[in-house]
Nanobody, 119 residues
Framework: QVQLQESGPGLVNPSQTLSLTCTVSGGSIKAHGYYWTWIRQFPGKGLEWMVAIGDSGRPEYNPSLKSRTSISRDTSKNQFTLQLRSVTPEDTAVYYC???????????WGQGTQVTVSS
């Protein structure tokens, strides 16, 4: 069974870079036909898709976040990492990593990690 676990800081200062890592077990991030992704949920708001990376290693971005967002993977550790630069308090949210297939169904989710941007 595929499991995903987010890790990273719970508190980040404004203007700094947020780095979150998703550790995957029960499946390889190199497997064909799967996409590994980050989504966030603002307090009292809906979900915002951020970025994804597939087996090709080519990332796809939410255009509104592309200038500040990077995604990378470490296949030896079966991990992928989000970096969000120049954060502001508006980036305060619960951040999730997840997996989807070509049918765009998000099958597996991490439990989420709260990130607060504050000085």
């Amino acid at each position: 069974q595929v499991q995903l676990q987010e890790s990273g800081p719970g508190l980040v200062n404004p203007s700094q870079t947020l780095s979150l890592t998703c550790t995957v077990s029960g499946g390889s991030i190199k497997a064909h036909g799967y996409y590994w992704t980050w989504i966030r949920q603002f307090p009292g708001k809906g979900l915002e898709w951020m970025v994804a990376i597939g087996d090709s290693g080519r990332p796809e971005y939410n255009p509104s976040l592309k200038s500040r967002t990077s995604i990378s993977r470490d296949t030896s550790k079966n991990q992928f990492t989000l970096q969000l630069r120049s954060v502001t308090p508006e980036d305060t949210a619960v951040y999730y990593c997840a997996r989807f297939r070509g049918n765009y169904i998000f099958e597996y989710w991490g439990q989420g990690t709260q990130v607060t941007v504050s000085s």
